[in-house]
Structure formats: C-alpha cells, structure tokens
C-alpha cells in the first residue's frame, strides 16, 4: 500500500510503502512494516520478521508482482516447506482480505495522524496501532479480536528458531561447479571450498545486501563457509591419485 510521505532533512518529501502480511484464517496482521522502497530486499525483511513474530504458514499466497515473484521467496519458501501460490493478475477480489485491512488502516489510523517526523516515527505508531487495536478489537468477519482467534490454533504453529542456520534459509541461491583446485568463483571472484569438491556441483548460498559471505552446500548438506582464495596454499595441494587397487594416495 502506497503510505504518507515523509519531508527529509534536505527538505525533500520522500513516499513510502507498507508491506502486510495477513493470516487468512484469523485475519492478524501477522507484520505490517513501512519502507521508503518497494524492492525485492524490503519484501524479504518483511516476510522474515513477519515468519518470526507469527510462525510458519502452510500457504503464502502473494500478488504476481516482480518483488513476489524473487528467487529468495521461492527459495526460502521450498526450504521451509510452505507451499507458494500467487494471484491471477488483474484479480482485486483474490486479494480482498488484505485489500480491506489496508481501507481501514487509511480510514482508522491515517486520518488520525496527517505527518510524520521519520519513517521510525511512522513504524512504531503503525504496530503499536495494529498490536493494539486492530489485532484485539473484534473484527465483523469473524465476531471476535483476530489475535483471539489466532491463539486458538496456537499448539498448530511451528516457530523458528532464531539462529544463524534459519538466517541461511532467506539467502539467495546459485549453483557453481568446483575445480579441479577445490576453487569455485562467484561475483567476479574465488573462492575455496571448506571441504574437498573438486568436480562437484555446489549451491553457494548468500546475503544480496552483503555479499561477503558465502556457504557451501553440497546433496542438501551445509558443508561451511567458503574463504577468499589463497593461490599459495592451494597450489600446494596436490589432487587424490589413485594406485592400481583403487587405493587413494
């Protein structure tokens, strides 16, 4: 949703946009977040905080734009085993649960507060709103507060565990083949495998916004983080040769 735009120190006015999440059945918010960027990144840190505040759907079901179609949602999708469908395009009513939260955010809360002092200003106001009103006022589709509703179904939701393992399942995916040197590039560089590859086929995982760290996988399995090349150490290494009964040397 298109939100208020907010004047910088420079003066300029500056536009933002709210990215919500819904759960159909009991119509929480499970996250709403403002950003001064619809982009693929934003829709990433919304979705995560959203999975982590509220638990792990069996469906996202998302609009058929650029940022819903990224290959971090796909994938991270696929990793935790949520089934991802989108909405036929042009079809406002496949939408309609999200669509009607986002009218009475305008009609409830916009009209109350006409300027904003920065986008944090704006983001605490909008989830103590949401927490407070909207998740615990009784909604007319359902006759009772959405967080009542979601609370019923509590021992069904699986959480996730904040570490850096389940920070991986939002990281962008590629596959690489390693060389003969156990070396492998990405980015316009390379680098070593934490274990030995060579000739293999690895996805190497990443943060987009970082790029400074990249983990090996290999058949589904983490097999560590992968470090800059060193042209010394690795020409040292000498590749396994196998003698006449197989053996490895």
Not at 37 to 57: C, E, Q, V, Y
Not at 145 to 154: A, E, S
Not at 208 to 213: A, G, P, V
């Amino acid at each position: 949703m298109y939100g208020p735009a907010i004047q910088q120190a420079d003066g300029a006015w500056k536009k933002t946009f709210l990215i919500a999440f819904i759960d159909d059945a009991s119509r929480v918010i499970t996250h709403a977040q403002f950003f001064y960027r619809d982009n693929t990144d934003n829709m990433i840190d919304a979705f995560r905080t959203a999975l982590f505040k509220r638990g792990k759907p069996q469906r996202l079901y998302f609009d058929n734009g650029a940022n819903y179609r990224s290959k971090e949602i796909l994938q991270a999708c696929v990793r935790l085993n949520i089934h991802l469908s989108h909405a036929p395009v042009r079809d406002g009513a496949s939408k309609g649960k999200i669509e009607r939260f986002f009218r009475g955010f305008r009609d409830r809360f916009l009209v109350q507060h006409r300027t904003f002092e920065s986008l944090d200003q704006l983001n605490q106001l909008t989830q103590q709103w949401i927490e407070q009103d909207y998740n615990r006022q009784p909604h007319s589709s359902i006759h009772m507060p959405p967080v009542d509703r979601f609370n019923l179904d509590i021992n069904r939701i699986e959480y996730l565990v904040d570490d850096q393992y389940t920070a991986e399942v939002f990281f962008i995916e590629e596959t690489r083949k390693v060389s003969k040197t156990n070396v492998f590039s990405i980015n316009s560089q390379k680098f070593e495998c934490p274990v030995d590859l060579r000739n293999q086929a690895i996805q190497v995982r990443y943060d987009r916004t970082r790029r400074d760290r990249f983990i090996v996988y290999f058949n589904d399995k983490r097999m560590g983080d992968a470090a800059p090349l060193n042209l010394t150490f690795n020409a040292q290494q000498r590749s396994p040769v196998s003698d006449a009964q197989g053996a490895t040397l």
